[in-house]
């Protein structure tokens, strides 16, 4: 599928206000760097008290350039996206923010013909001016135009993303995941292992709420999600991610994003109504 006609409300949606942080540019203790005082991003992983990688740190996802989404999109993108949004320009996204399935041409699309039909039913019904409304979840959360930051812990890893201010909590302490969830969940319920030096991260339990991207492709309750991080150095960390969802795509389909550290840097506090001021002019002429 190539057609990402929800952008407009999804990206009005997730416009925020980001407030300087007061430790840009801090030289972050224990950073490698080379002779110029860089950090030195092709320094060796560095490792947790336990041997395994320790995959700390804020990380951005590698940017599909502008005459990339031109190609992959075609001219809706000028209409979809307010393009001198500051922070949300073309070519500050992953392809995947925009449509997860753009890798699939139309023929061989997994989603399922009632998924498809409540895909447009959903971008037919939406109302722009519901902004500051919506929820992203995942992927969406860290495909945008901001990072995400990793804290690893000998029993918990916590994902904290710039966008929307959420967090996930991934327990590596053995547990595993419940057959049935009582309270389903916008960001699901995560447990991890490792299998050598990569950390794998089962999620599920999540409430039906919230788009796979922005085109605004659909999941349902069912939704499981493998996630697969492997960190090759200091600076890069290859994220793979695997989307099973019986109910409305007929096989699993996996996406990979590599990510780049952002070394002496931190997320930023993303508030989406606080200087928010396009609510008052949707729908006027």
Same mark, same amino acid.
């Given at each position: 599928m190539k057609t990402p006609s929800a952008l407009p409300f999804v990206f009005l949606a997730l416009a925020?206000?980001? =407030?300087?942080?007061?430790? #840009?540019?801090?030289?972050t203790p224990g950073t490698p760097r080379t002779a110029d005082g860089k950090p030195n991003l092709s320094a060796p992983t560095p490792r947790a008290a336990d041997g395994k990688p320790d995959l700390s740190g804020v990380w951005m996802h590698e940017l599909t350039?502008?005459?990339?989404?031109?190609? $992959?999109?075609? +001219?809706? !993108?000028?209409?979809?996206?307010?393009?001198?949004?500051? %922070?949300?320009? !073309?070519? &500050?996204?992953h392809k995947y923010a925009l449509d997860i399935l753009v890798d699939f041409?139309?023929?061989?699309?997994?989603?399922?013909?009632?998924? =498809?039909? $409540? #895909?447009?039913?959903? +971008?037919?019904?939406?109302?722009p001016a519901d902004v500051c409304t919506e929820f992203a979840g995942i992927?969406?959360?860290? #495909? $945008?135009?901001?990072?995400?930051?990793?804290?690893?812990a000998a029993r918990l890893t916590m994902i904290l993303y710039e966008v929307g201010n959420s967090h996930r909590?991934?327990? &590596?302490? %053995?547990?595993?995941?419940? &057959?049935?969830?009582?309270?389903? +969940?916008? $960001?699901g319920y995560s447990a991890g292992h490792w299998e050598g030096d990569t950390l794998v991260v089962e999620t599920a339990g999540f409430n039906d709420k919230t788009p796979l991207d922005a085109a605004g492709h659909p999941h349902s309750e069912a939704l499981r999600v493998v996630e697969r991080f492997h960190r090759r150095d200091l600076g890069h960390l290859d994220v793979e991610m695997t989307f099973d969802d019986p109910q409305m795509y007929t096989r699993p389909f996996t996406i990979k994003v590599p990510h780049d550290l952002l070394a002496d840097s931190d997320i930023f506090e993303s508030v989406c109504s606080d200087n928010e001021k396009d609510r008052a002019h949707l729908g006027k002429p």
């Open positions: 925020a206000t980001a =407030a300087q942080a007061q430790w #840009l540019n801090f030289p350039p502008v005459a990339e989404v031109r190609r $992959l999109f075609g +001219a809706r !993108i000028d209409s979809a996206i307010l393009v001198d949004v500051p %922070g949300m320009e !073309i070519g &500050t996204q041409p139309p023929e061989n699309s997994p989603m399922r013909p009632e998924t =498809a039909a $409540l #895909l447009r039913k959903r +971008a037919a019904n939406r109302n992927p969406l959360s860290d #495909l $945008l135009s901001e990072p995400m930051k990793i804290v690893q909590q991934i327990y &590596t302490d %053995g547990r595993v995941l419940p &057959t049935e969830y009582d309270l389903p +969940a916008y $960001l």
